[in-house]
Each structure stands twice: as structure tokens, then as C-alpha cells.
């Protein structure tokens, strides 16, 4: 089984930040890596596929990067609604894909 | 506009059935492979079963397998989740999702996702 480690797990942080999350894979998954975003009582909203592709109407200030085992999603300058929970996504292994714990992003 | 909207949840006791259904609306379920994810309450998300859009493919969670069974009705657009042998760690908000594409890792980018049904496993 591929497993996801995202860090920090928790992260406080202030309207105008540059915000950087890392997702770990225990295994090279090449680009096969899918960022999520969900907020409270609501369903998640895919953001970034493929590793660094943006989807479709999600604002340019997030951006991911990374391949093989680490991967990052940046949100250059955090805007008000961009406090949520974060999910990772590996889909190297498919059908079995597996995501990771989140990280959730809080108002310092 | 693409919208998936989830029906069937409830309370259920341990060892029982429910079957989820999930309505589909603004695409059509034979032009993408479709999944359902769970999130337990507090927790992460978990795949638990995937449908080709030509039907022909069902995987499912190895954690779950055997005790699930995905199922569509193209007439009404709608896909069913079947869950039998329920336990209290199956107690979840179960997602209908709508993936990018029908092939390879395009079937599994999830670009839509209903807002969920809440299965409660409890005696």
C-alpha cells in the first residue's frame, strides 16, 4: 500500500500569507497526485491534478509542484475564504487510491 | 450544471443493510467513471468503490470488499451504493463522486462530489 504523510498537520495562519503544505508519499507515485480542499459541513473541491495542473476555476494563487515521494500546494497569498482542510491524493496505485489526513488551516 | 445528490442514509444497526442511491444530473453516468468515498465524522476521506463509465469495471476498498456492491441505473442516471454486514467503524458521511474522465488515472480525479449521505452504525 502507498501511504500519504501531509505535514503540518495544523497550521495557523494570517490573511496576505504565503502558505506551503508537503505531502509525502511512502513510494514514488510520479505525478499522480491530486490536492483537495474541504470546509466545514461542505463537500471537497478538487484544486490541483496531475500534480501541478490548476482545475478549472480555481484562482491562480494556488499552485502544486512536486514529483516522485514530495509534493507541495502553495497558496501565495491566503485570502479570507481559504481557511479549510486540505487532502492529498495518490492514485498511482488505482483502483486503490488513498488519501492522507489533511491539514487544516487555520486563523492565526 | 453538474450536480450529484445523495439519498439513503440513516441509522442502521450492526450487521444490517442500507442501500445508498446517488442522482445525477447536468452529465450523464455512462460518459464517466464514477466512485463513492467515505469520511468517518472528524476524519480523513477513503475511496470504497469505483464504476466504469461503460459499467464493465467494479473495484472496491480491500477493506470493504465483499461486503459492498456499486450498481447503476442508466434510465434514471443514478448510481447505488449496496452495503450489507454493516459495522460501527462504517459509520461515515458516504460521497458520490464524479471523476475527470473513463481511463487510467483520469477515472480517479474526483471533480464532483454530492454533498454526502450519513450512514450511522449503532444498536
Known amino acids: 500500500d502507498i501511504h500519504l504523510t501531509q505535514s503540518p498537520s495544523f497550521l495557523s495562519a494570517s490573511v496576505g500569507d504565503r502558505v506551503t503544505i508537503t505531502c509525502r508519499a511512502s513510494q514514488g507515485i510520479t505525478t499522480y497526485l491530486a490536492w483537495y480542499q474541504q470546509k466545514p459541513g461542505k463537500a471537497p473541491k478538487l484544486l490541483i491534478y496531475a500534480a501541478s495542473t490548476l482545475e478549472s476555476g480555481v484562482p491562480s494563487r494556488f499552485s502544486g509542484s512536486g514529483s516522485g515521494t514530495e509534493f507541495t500546494l502553495t497558496i501565495s497569498s491566503l485570502q479570507p475564504e481559504d481557511f479549510a482542510t486540505y487532502f492529498c491524493q495518490q492514485l498511482k496505485s488505482y483502483p486503490q487510491v488513498t488519501f492522507a489526513q489533511g491539514t487544516k488551516v487555520e486563523m492565526k | 450544471q453538474v450536480h450529484l445528490v445523495e439519498s439513503g442514509g440513516g441509522v442502521v444497526q450492526p450487521g444490517g443493510s442500507l442501500r445508498l442511491s446517488c442522482e445525477a444530473s447536468?452529465?450523464?453516468?455512462?460518459?464517466?467513471?464514477m466512485s463513492w468515498v467515505r469520511q468517518a465524522p472528524g476524519k480523513g476521506l477513503e475511496w470504497v468503490a469505483f464504476?466504469?463509465?461503460?459499467?464493465?469495471?467494479?473495484y472496491y476498498a480491500d477493506s470493504l470488499k465483499g461486503r459492498l456492491t456499486v450498481s447503476r441505473d442508466t434510465s434514471k442516471n443514478t448510481l447505488y451504493l449496496q452495503m450489507n454486514s454493516l459495522r460501527a467503524e462504517d459509520t461515515a458521511v458516504y460521497h458520490c463522486?464524479?471523476?475527470?474522465?473513463?481511463?487510467?488515472?483520469?477515472?480517479?480525479?474526483?471533480?464532483?462530489w454530492g454533498q454526502g449521505a450519513l450512514v450511522t452504525v449503532s444498536s
Open positions: 464504476v466504469r463509465d461503460d459499467g464493465g469495471d467494479k
Open positions: 447536468g452529465f450523464s453516468i455512462t460518459d464517466y467513471a
Open positions: 463522486v464524479k471523476a475527470k474522465g473513463s481511463r487510467h488515472y483520469y477515472a480517479y480525479y474526483f471533480d464532483t
